[in-house]
Structures are given as C-alpha cells and as structure tokens.
C-alpha cells in the first residue's frame, strides 16, 4: 500500500509538468542571454539612443520635463520592447529551436508563457536601468511605487500581446518590418493608460483620478494574456 | 467558374435602385437642419457606412474563430472580404466626417475620441492587409488572418474606452447625453426615417458586395492551387 502512495507521489501531475517546461523554457532564455548578451545590450544601448534623441528633439528642460517624462519614458520602453521581442523569436526561428521546442513533449501554452516571461524578464531589466539613469540625468527622483506597478501592468499587457505577434511574424516574408506595424496599434490602450497612469503618479494627481487607467491596464493584461494563450497553439502549428 | 446566382442578380439590382431612393431620400425628402444647412444631410451616410465598417469587422472576427475551429478555406475567404470591403467603408466614414467637421466645429480634423479610436481601427486592418501579403502558405496565411482579425477587434473597444477617458466633442445623436456635443441635433421624424432607411441600403451594399468578394475569393483561391499544382 506504502509502495503504491510512493509510487504515485513520484509521478508529476499536469500542474507540476507545466510548471517544469515553463521554468526550463525561461531558464534557457535566460542562461542564452547570459552568455550571449546579444539582446540586452542591444536593447540598452538603443533605449539610451532614445533618451538622447528626446533629450535633443523636445528640448528636456525642467517645464517640458514636467508633462513629458511619461511619454519619453513608455516611447523608450515601447521601442527597445519591439527590438526584444523581434530578436527573441529570430534566433528560436533561425537555429531551428523552435521547431525543437514543438516538438517536445510539453504544453504549447508553457511554451507561449515561457518565452512571454522570458521577454518580460528582458523587458524589467532594461526599465532597471533605463529609470535610475532617466533620474539621474535629469536629477530627479523617478522611484514612486505607484510608477513601478503602472510599469509593471504595462510591460505585462505589452509583452503578452508582442510575444504572440513576433511568433508571427517572424514566419512571414517581411519579418522585423512587421512587427511594429502589427503590434503598435494593438497596444495602444496600454501605452494611452500607462502613460496617463504614470504622470499621474510623477504629477501626485489623487487616486481617484489615476484608478481608471489602472482598472483598463489590468483589464487589458487579463484578456490579451487569456486570448493569447488560446490562441498561440493556431501561431506555431505546422 | 459558376455562372452567378439568380438570387445574386436580383440583389445587385435591388441594392441600386434602394441606393438611389436613399440618395434621393437624403437630399429631397429629409428637411434641412437649421444650424448646420446642407452640410448635415451627410450625416447619413457618414453613420451608415461606419455602421457597414464595424459589421464587417464583426463578421472578420466571428469568422476567424470559426476558421480556428473548422479549418476550412471557405471562413478564411469570407473573413478576408469582409475585411476589404469595411476597410474601405470605414475609409470613406472618417473622410465624410472630415466633411462634416470642417463647417460644424471649424477644423478637418479633431483628436477626439472616436476620430482617434476610426484612426486607429483602419491601422490596424491595414496591418491585416500587410499581414497578409507577407505569408506565400495559405493555410498559415489563413490562421494568422483570423488570429490578428480576433485580437484586432477584441483591443477596439479598449481603444476607444481609453482615449474616450479623455474628453470627447463628439456628438451622440442616437440615445444620447452628451449635450455638450458640439454640433449635435434632434431628429426630426423624416430625418429619422432617412437615417433609418440608410443604414439598411448600406447594410444589403454590405450583403451584396460581400457576396461578390467571396465568389473572387474562391475564383482567386483556385487560380492559386492551380498555380502552385504548375510549380510542384
């Protein structure tokens, strides 16, 4: 009987197995990126080309700065979101991983959540260290908590949404162009709520007035990541 | 190819001439608006293809999920004449509403709300149209189409909840509060009768032209097999 519980036991359940693919598919993201520091870079150096660009093309003084912050931040984190996520799915798609990835045993939706935590994992480092140098440049202080969690409902509604459009289009004839093209207009509810979210919290505006942009943010995060995940199994099919 | 239905010819005269009376309708029986003159008589047909625009996006939408489900070739054809053809309506909506604004709130063009949300509508079944054009496999290109043509849709309502957060001029003239609208007015009876009647022409343009887009699809979608049969 003791034999029969034990043997049991050691037989993973569905939960267990998912969580295991998940966490080998971030795993793998990450230990690539470690050693290649291809991704990250590249989406460093370009989200600080970006500052610079704003810096010189809307005059940053401290009156401008005031209304702006939040736009030149989210714009940032928008565009080097789009580098990231094109790069992520091209080498799955070039080294013929993904076709590796397919064909293992696991869920199709680990495979979908794997590499959108990836990407959100890409997405938080580069905001890491985009908002203590935005702080520093212009000497001021961007560290709010109520910032931090419009950062984080953004990049989650952005990422879920992205990792779905760069797994396709990057099996299309147009690939890198793509992107943007297919993603930016999709994303637009979130880049509108966030960034009146996040100059509500920079400006200290009430609560009140900021809970709406972040019930549509949440609400956004929970239907994208839900389609998302129904239909990413119709994106990879072969 | 098969010769075109009986009930298809009688359509496509049925819509002309209804189409003609709406015209008709709009210029000679509807009466004049007092504030705004003629230039309201667009109104009309400015909420009637608008209308036209969103059902085809709807019928994009439903499709696409039942393409996902049954897979076969002939929801994917439908999903993609709709889509044509209220991409187009939807054109001619925010163009005949810049017609409109230009007298009635001075400026062609206003960052209100459902301008914007119209803007950011037809962008995003451009994208489709671009999605489209870059997949040779038409099975994949049918799966992505109803993919993106289901999240398309499902983020409109979001986008306009979220600029509509932000102040709107926009009028509302069917059941409506917003009496701050700018060039907002009440519907006579005849004015409604007009309004009512063209929004059902353009809805059978709608039936009439989609029809004819999917009997191209299928003609198209031969041609490709066929081609492909030459290749291999």
Redesign the interface.
């Known amino acids: 009987m003791t034999e029969h519980t034990a043997h049991l036991a050691r037989v993973p359940g569905p939960l267990r197995l998912f969580w295991r693919a998940l966490k080998a598919i971030i795993w793998k993201d990450l230990a690539a990126e470690l050693r290649s520091r291809e991704l990250l870079s590249a989406m460093l150096v370009f989200s600080l080309l970006v500052l610079l660009i704003f810096n010189f093309a809307l005059e940053l003084d401290a009156k401008t700065r005031s209304t702006v912050t939040a736009g030149v931040l989210w714009v940032t984190f928008a565009f080097a979101g789009t580098l990231g996520l094109n790069r992520s799915m091209a080498t799955e798609k070039d080294r013929g991983c993904l076709d590796g990835l397919l064909l293992a045993p696991v869920d199709r939706s680990a495979i979908y959540f794997g590499k959108a935590s990836g990407n959100l994992v890409f997405m938080f480092i580069v905001e890491a260290i985009v908002l203590p140098v935005y702080s520093l440049l212009y000497n001021t202080n961007l560290l709010y908590p109520g910032l931090l969690l419009v950062i984080l409902l953004g990049s989650i509604g952005y990422v879920a949404?992205g990792t779905?459009?760069a797994s396709?289009a990057v099996?299309?004839?147009?690939?890198d162009v793509?992107l943007p093209?297919?993603l930016f207009?999709?994303v637009?509810?979130v880049m509108?709520?966030a960034v009146?979210a996040s100059t509500g919290f920079l400006e200290g505006i009430a609560m009140v007035d900021i809970r709406?942009?972040l019930n549509?943010l949440v609400?956004?995060d929970i239907?994208?990541v839900a389609?998302a995940f129904m239909?990413f199994d119709?994106?990879v099919?072969e | 190819m098969e010769p075109k239905p009986r009930l298809l010819q009688i359509l496509d005269v049925l819509t002309a001439i209804m189409f003609v009376v709406a015209v008709g309708m709009v210029f000679f029986y509807a009466p004049l608006e007092r504030t705004m003159g003629q230039v309201q008589r667009v109104f009309y047909f400015h909420v009637a293809t608008a209308w036209v625009g969103m059902l085809g996006f709807l019928v994009a939408a439903i499709v696409g999920v039942i393409y996902l489900i049954r897979k076969e070739r002939r929801w994917d054809i439908a999903g993609l004449a709709a889509i044509e053809i209220s991409l187009v309506f939807f054109f001619i909506t925010i163009v005949s509403g810049s017609i409109w604004a230009r007298p009635s709130w001075g400026t062609w063009w206003t960052w209100d709300p459902r301008l914007t949300t119209a803007t950011i509508v037809e962008l995003v079944y451009a994208a489709y149209m671009m999605l489209r054009a870059g997949i040779e496999d038409p099975d994949r290109r049918a799966r992505f189409g109803a993919v993106y043509a289901i999240l398309g849709f499902l983020s409109v309502p979001l986008t306009f909840l979220s600029i509509r957060l932000l102040r709107t001029i926009h009028p509302v003239v069917i059941g409506g509060e917003n009496a701050e609208g700018e060039g907002s007015f009440n519907m006579e009876p005849a004015m409604l009768q007009t309004f009512l009647f063209s929004l059902l022409v353009f809805s059978f343009i709608f039936v009439d032209l989609f029809w004819h887009r999917v009997r191209l699809g299928r003609l198209a979608d031969k041609v490709e097999q066929l081609r492909l049969k030459m290749i291999h």
Do not use: G, N
């Not at chain 1, 099996?171 to 690939?175: E, K, P, V």
């Open positions: 949404v779905l459009l396709m099996q299309t004839r147009t690939r793509l093209i297919l207009p999709l637009i509810p509108i709520a009146k709406p942009w549509l609400v956004y239907i994208f389609v239909v119709f994106v099919e």
